[in-house]
């Protein structure tokens, strides 16, 4: 048997998808359970890079029932503040660029984030969408979903800005401690 959405090989009879983590369940008129979310729904509502999110989000929910383990995300271990702004976890991404300011922890903390970034953004997906399909009729649900979900794209333009600025801002300080330096030395001698 092959999954439907990745292709790949499967176990006949198989309720999830061990590649792309889709659930197989193809009955529309099945009902679905209020914990837990299928990867249709991921799909819709993460939209960049869902394949890898659902990689990810299976391991946490094996064998039916939510598990933490640890898994590693490269873009929120580098830039943990604008990782989560981007996806749009906007409470964790305050408190990390203040926790992020505490002296000496910066390193641990950034690796910290790489490894359960992705849980904490499967913890926040899975609540949305359980919000969502609460709220909405089952025709609206995946609309919804693509509206309130995504990513914010003015985060990466902004990143960018602010770092072409941040490189601007050391250049002239260290030209003109340079500068200083050098005229400090002609007086000396």
């Not at 641990?108 to 953004?121: F, K, P, V």
Request: aromatic share 14%; charged share 15%.
């Amino acid at each position: 048997m092959n999954c439907p959405f990745c292709k790949e090989n499967i176990l006949e009879g198989a309720i999830k998808c061990k590649h792309c983590g889709s659930m197989l369940n193809l009955d529309p008129y099945n009902t679905i359970s209020v914990d837990s979310i299928t990867a249709d729904e991921v799909r819709a509502f993460v939209g960049t890079n869902a394949y890898y999110y659902i990689q990810n989000f299976s391991k946490f929910s094996m064998l039916g029932r939510e598990k933490f383990c640890v898994t590693w995300n490269w873009s929120c271990f580098g830039f943990t503040f604008i990782w989560m702004l981007y996806r749009k976890m906007y409470l964790l991404a305050v408190v990390t660029f203040i926790v992020f300011c505490i002296p000496g922890l910066n390193i641990l903390l950034h690796i910290g984030a790489g490894m359960i970034g992705n849980y904490l953004y499967y913890r926040q997906v899975k609540t949305k969408i359980v919000e969502i399909r609460s709220t909405q009729s089952p025709q609206n649900v995946v609309p919804v979903l693509q509206e309130v979900g995504g990513v914010n794209r003015w985060v990466v333009t902004a990143s960018i800005l602010i770092g072409i600025i941040m490189v601007i801002l050391f250049a002239v300080f260290f030209s003109t401690m340079i500068a200083s330096m050098g005229h400090f030395m002609e007086m000396t001698i």
